[in-house]
């Protein structure tokens, strides 16, 4: 996908979010229902936060091309694969004086709390919940899940919070005018995603109580939005990473951002608890496959041609793709772990179809010799081979002579998990 296609495709996101952002505020202006008020204003949170995010990717992929076409290339380093990544059973613990939770004394407050769960540019809201003095937990049961995701992933959940008006009325949102962005998308989206990016950084003030997210300098606030529908603060917030990834329910911190005075507070215990579990995409679908020819390094005078399947931990070599499709056992099974040499002969590389597997096989270091119908396809094969051996490597006791760049152990721990399923 070239620079222009991309830039093309956030673009057209960003308008996106735009429009649905114009359509949530008429929706907000009109609403005459509290609960209809607090889900708009929710997602008009969530769609700034998608458009400031979408604006900071496309500020970095501009920085990109700028580098590029000053002769600054990108890394070609390998990088480990992608995977998915899911949040789920989250519960927020609460904690009550005794004399409101258990003497039921004191005015009742009551407040509308969501989350925000962010993974790049990606991002999701739960569903609402009602929240007083009746609730031991907040409990939300969603699963969110996010795709093409790096192993350096930080995965922001932010919990905030509204307090919820009992009188409330039509007139409780404010005198608000639903303000067009602009005209039709065409030559004027530059003005509408101006518009919309000084608006949704002002939202991101607001709701972060003044800290706005980095890179985002707020436009003054306008007096607008300002007075529109209910508003969300963020009352507690915390970072998982990969090393956050561990089987069960698990309890992470959270760091609070509100205090007892603030009228959307609630009795935090500074913790929140859920299921973080992860996916490489490399253990879970073929990593490449074709027709090629395989032999054993020892019998040069024998090589058999077979349909191949880079997957898991294994070269699957098939007698035809026919075979695969009917799910028949391969004929040949050749192991692709971490300590695989992948290598290709030192004369004439550029136009070698060979490629050198030397891996271990009951016990015993072996070598297939990997050939290929043109060099275009040798290229394809050894770094997907690379490809997959660098996502299994382990920092500890490399073999001799490997080039392949290790993981860390949080990447080889999360990953050791799958080649055992493979047995």
């Known amino acids: 996908m070239n620079d222009n296609t991309q830039d ?20 907000l202006a ?4 509290r ?23 496309l500020q970095r992929m501009r920085k990109v091309q700028i580098l590029q076409s000053v002769g600054r290339r990108a890394s070609e380093d390998l990088v480990p694969c992608t995977g998915k990544v899911a949040l789920s059973d989250l519960r927020i613990p609460l904690m009550w004086k005794d004399s409101e939770y258990f003497k039921n004394k004191g005015e009742l407050h009551r407040c509308a709390v969501f989350c925000l769960i962010q993974c790049g540019t990606q991002i999701h809201d739960t569903d609402l919940v009602m929240v007083d003095r009746t609730l031991t937990d907040i409990c939300f049961e969603d699963t969110v899940i996010f795709s093409e995701v790096s192993p350096g992933f930080q995965l922001r959940v932010e919990l905030y919070s509204s307090c919820v008006v009992e009188d409330f009325s039509p007139g409780a949102i404010g005198s608000w005018r639903v303000s067009r962005l602009g005209g039709s998308l065409g030559c004027s989206s530059g003005k509408k995603i101006r518009a919309a990016f000084e608006s949704a950084a002002v939202c991101a003030s607001i709701s972060s109580g003044g800290d706005a997210r980095p890179g985002s300098v ?36 959270l760091s609070l951002s509100a205090t007892e ?5 609630l009795p935090l215990y500074g913790s929140m608890c859920c299921r973080l579990v992860a996916q490489p995409l490399c253990m879970i679908q073929p990593v490449i496959s074709g027709q090629i020819k395989v032999k054993l390094e020892e019998d040069f005078n024998y090589s058999e041609s077979v349909y191949g ?8 070599c098939y007698q035809s793709q ?17 300590d695989t040499l992948i290598c290709m002969p030192e004369s004439d590389p550029a136009h070698c179809q060979n490629i050198y597997i030397n891996t271990e096989r009951q016990g015993e270091d072996v070598t297939y010799v990997l050939t290929t119908h043109t060099p275009e396809d040798t290229q394809r094969w050894r770094m997907a081979l690379c490809q997959h051996v660098y996502n299994m490597t382990t920092p500890s006791s490399p073999r001799k002579h490997t080039v392949v760049p290790d993981l860390s152990t949080d990447v080889q721990t999360l990953l050791s998990t799958y080649y055992k399923e493979s047995y």
């Open 30 to 33: 009109a609403c005459s229902q």
């Open 8 to 27: 093309e495709e956030v673009l057209q996101h960003i308008e996106r979010e735009v429009r649905m952002r114009e359509g949530t505020c008429k929706l």
């Open 261 to 265: 005075d603030s009228p959307f507070w």
């Open 218 to 253: 707020p436009p003054p606030l306008s007096p607008d939005l300002l007075t529109l529908g209910p508003k969300y603060n963020l009352l507690a917030h915390t970072t998982l990473r990969i090393e956050h990834v561990r089987e069960g329910f698990k309890t992470h911190d």
């Open 322 to 338: 026919e075979d695969l499709a009917s799910e028949d056992n391969p004929m040949l099974v050749i192991p692709i772990r971490k």
């Open 35 to 57: 609960e209809q008020a607090l889900e708009a204003s929710k997602s008009l949170l969530t769609c700034n936060a998608r458009i400031l995010a979408l604006l900071s990717q």
């Open 309 to 316: 399947v880079l997957k898991r931990q294994t070269l699957l």
